[in-house]
T-cell receptor, first 115, second 113 residues
């Protein structure tokens, strides 16, 4: 149980285009979903916290207009990287927290490369 | 702001030896401390966690200790095996509000056969 999927696993896009990443909790309802960014050999940096039906809370330094988060249902959250640039290239990982749990379950990650 | 320090950044041990990774957190409201193992290009996997109402928890070769007064918690792996080689992250969280995790900087563990 507690499986989180992420799609796509890899994406290459051109500079200036937008990319959407989906995060789904497959066998549980997620009160909260989180989006992280991880650069090579570095830790997971929390970008934003999203609750179903409400606006995401962004961490300091994360541009909300660039990283659009939508949490439309208790099983789906999306992250859209708008007007992507090469410096946005990174590993993006989502996690989901089931109702009543302290734990977060992580998706497999999406490797974004902006050329 | 909240911060979690993790040491060492790299650790090499001989197979069969023990490995210890230490973390210190700054937010005194933190009361949940998970440890994750991440292999290259893969998702983090929870290996053990501890809540602030206990001082120690053990699961086979893995144990975690917590000192709330000093705001320290540590991961102990005994009888290490080559498949323990990975990056380990500690995190601190509060079980209220956003439940967000603040991750440590990670420890790259290498178990030498």
């Amino acid at each position: 149980g507690a499986v989180v999927s992420q799609h796509p696993s890899r994406v290459i896009c051109k500079s200036g285009t937008s990319v959407k990443i989906e995060c789904r909790s497959l066998d549980f309802q997620a009160t909260t979903m989180f989006w992280y960014r991880q650069f090579p050999k570095q830790s997971l940096m929390l970008m934003a916290t999203s609750n179903e039906g409400s606006k995401a809370t962004y961490e300091q330094g994360v541009e909300k207009d660039k990283f659009l988060i939508n949490h439309a249902s208790l099983t789906l959250s999306t992250l859209t990287v708008t007007s992507a640039h090469p410096e946005d290239s990174s590993f993006y990982i989502c996690s989901a927290r089931p109702m009543g749990s302290y734990e977060q379950y992580f998706g497999p990650g999406t490797r974004l490369t902006v050329t | 702001g909240e911060n979690v320090e993790q040491h060492p950044s790299t650790l090499s041990v001989q197979e069969g030896d023990s490995a210890v990774i230490k973390c210190t957190y700054s937010d005194s409201a933190s009361n949940y401390f998970p440890w994750y193992k991440q292999e290259l290009g893969k998702r983090p996997q929870l290996i053990i966690d501890i809540r602030s109402n206990v001082g120690e928890k053990k699961d086979q070769r893995i144990a975690v200790t917590l000192n709330k007064t000093a705001k320290h918690f540590s991961l102990h792996i005994t009888e290490t095996q080559p498949e323990d080689s990975a990056v380990y992250f500690c995190a601190a969280s509060t079980t209220s509000g956003t439940y967000k995790y603040i991750f440590g900087t990670g420890t790259r563990l290498k178990v030498l056969a």
